[in-house]
């Protein structure tokens, strides 16, 4: 197991929406930091992805079979096929700009916060190509059951890193930092980032179903 590959892969999926960015919300909003709130939204996340992904890689040699065989049937890559070439179309039309940026919940029951790791990362985890190909590579490697979580919980742990740091720097530095961590919020919001991921994966999913219909060599 390369080791060094899951760290990187781990760094890039720690610059996600439900990962930097919504934490940064949470440091640049008036008033002092909620450490407590910003903790456990990252803790919800983290635990969402570590569940997500150790379920999918124990259950591999299980379920892998049944669902490659599912997938190699002519209805499921005709929908594929359809789908993949509608999430490439549908790419081009994403602009994060027109879309205004939501406070997030720092006063009052965690209920609602915890709605909001989940909705954020259950929206983004198939779209996030770094955490499936690091699921496949724990997969595919000759670990057990316990060495495979511990892998997770390790992945989930560096991903959710940088936002923690930045934390720790808010915290130590007071609003000294608020002019850095505005401007970059606003430069991911602005980004097509995630227009490109969505583009990136329909066009895998098309590509995927018209070589197994015989569309394509």
Not at 53 to 74: C, I, K, M
Not at 83 to 95: A, E, Q, T
Not at 170 to 185: E, H, Q, Y
Request: hydrophobic share 60%; charged share 10%; with cysteine.
């Amino acid at each position: 197991m390369d080791l060094a590959s899951l760290v990187v892969l781990a760094l890039i999926d720690s610059t996600s929406f439900g990962t930097l960015l919504i934490p940064i919300w949470f440091l640049i909003q008036p008033g002092p930091v909620r450490a407590s709130r910003v903790l456990f939204f990252l803790g919800t996340v983290a635990l969402f992805y570590f569940g997500i992904g150790v379920a999918a890689a124990l259950g591999a040699d299980r379920f892998v079979p049944q669902l490659t065989r599912l997938l190699d049937s002519r209805p499921v890559l005709w929908a594929l096929l359809a789908i993949g070439v509608g999430m490439f179309f549908y790419s081009f039309r994403m602009d994060g700009r027109k879309k205004p940026l939501p406070t997030p919940p720092l006063e009052g029951s965690l209920l609602p916060l915890a709605g909001l790791a989940l909705a954020a990362a259950a929206a983004e985890v198939t779209t996030m190509l770094p955490y499936i190909a690091a699921i496949g590579l724990i997969t595919a490697s000759s670990m057990n059951a316990a060495q495979i979580t511990l892998t997770m919980a390790g992945y989930c742990l560096v991903m959710i890193t940088p936002a923690v740091a930045l934390l720790g720097v808010r915290l130590a530095t007071g609003k000294r930092l608020l002019p850095v961590l505005t401007r970059f919020s606003e430069w991911l919001a602005r980004s097509d980032m995630m227009g490109w991921v969505v583009g990136i994966v329909g066009f895998l999913l098309a590509r995927y179903a018209a070589a197994g219909l015989h569309l394509i060599g």
